[in-house]
């Protein structure tokens, strides 16, 4: 049976890390998964738990986080037409494809190389938030056969090693590919669903040692993370989705990018060693 003092001092921690999500997320529009695997892994670390897994354990369990979300915030954008769905149906199968090679390769990797990973995807993410410009565009629609074939899985794959989903790579990919931002916004909420399903079902199969293992992880997957992460950004997000209509989200996006991008060289700098 593990510590309840460690159990109550787990769930004070996820309870703070599940209400800044859910916030951020309503705020700035940006997916939790960017935000909880950091959060868990410190977390978890904090408390004593470790393994050469952990870092599969917080990605497997922010993904989880993220089929509720999706599926809530896809269902929340179709009432209001925003989905554009032949988008998301050309695209999800090759996403799912990719999710499923994350998985696989994600699996076999030490937490200290998917730390390393995590940290040059995040930092280029946060480079992104913080330069990007609404008017950089790389085409006028969205890339078509031989080069959605190649794209898709890569969005999927990239998405699952670093536990997030479709927002911090769907959004920009579509938005330089001259997606109005909030269609763009509402398909990327699918391609969360379609990252997160295939994967979280691949992650619940996989074999984490006992060692430095979270309480209470079935598969990779943290049931208590899960649990009070959900609760918590259901109960947030909206406040962060107020916030966000009375005040400019746009300077504040910035400055997530430059939070993000510390936290990115943070996380490379855990990941070598110093």
Not at 15 to 20: E, K, T
Not at 164 to 184: E, K, N, T
Not at 239 to 253: E, I, S, V, W
Request: with cysteine; aromatic share 8%.
């Amino acid at each position: 049976m593990p510590d309840p003092s460690l159990l109550m001092a787990m769930t004070a921690m996820l309870l703070a890390i599940g209400a800044f999500a859910g916030v951020l997320a309503g705020l700035l529009g940006v997916g939790g998964g960017i935000i909880l695997v950091p959060a868990f892994f410190y977390a978890f670390t904090t408390l004593g738990y470790g393994g050469p897994q952990l870092m599969q354990v917080c990605l497997a369990t922010s993904l989880a986080t993220i089929i509720v979300t999706s599926v809530r915030s896809v269902l929340a954008h179709h009432r209001r037409g925003a989905v554009d769905w032949d988008i998301l149906r050309r695209w999800a199968p090759g996403i799912a494809l990719g999710a499923v090679l994350g998985v696989v390769v994600a699996a076999g990797l030490r937490s200290a190389t998917l730390q390393g990973i995590f940290g040059i995807l995040a930092f280029a993410v946060g480079i992104y938030m913080t330069f990007g410009r609404a008017h950089w565009r790389l085409g006028a629609a969205m890339p078509g056969g031989w080069r959605r074939a190649l794209v898709s899985p890569v969005v999927g794959f990239l998405s699952v090693l670093m536990g997030i989903g479709g927002g911090s790579f769907g959004v920009p990919l579509m938005s330089l590919h001259a997606v109005p931002i909030h269609r763009a916004v509402a398909t990327a909420a699918g391609f969360g669903a379609a990252i997160a399903v295939p994967s979280v079902i691949g992650f619940l199969m996989l074999n984490v040692g006992a060692e430095g293992r979270p309480p209470f992880t079935l598969g990779a997957v943290n049931g208590p993370a899960f649990l009070i992460v959900i609760a918590m950004t259901l109960i947030t997000a909206p406040l962060g989705a107020r916030l966000a209509h009375a005040m400019d989200p746009k300077p504040l996006k910035r400055i997530f990018g430059v939070f993000l991008t510390l936290i990115a060289l943070n996380m490379l700098r855990k990941a070598v060693g110093w």
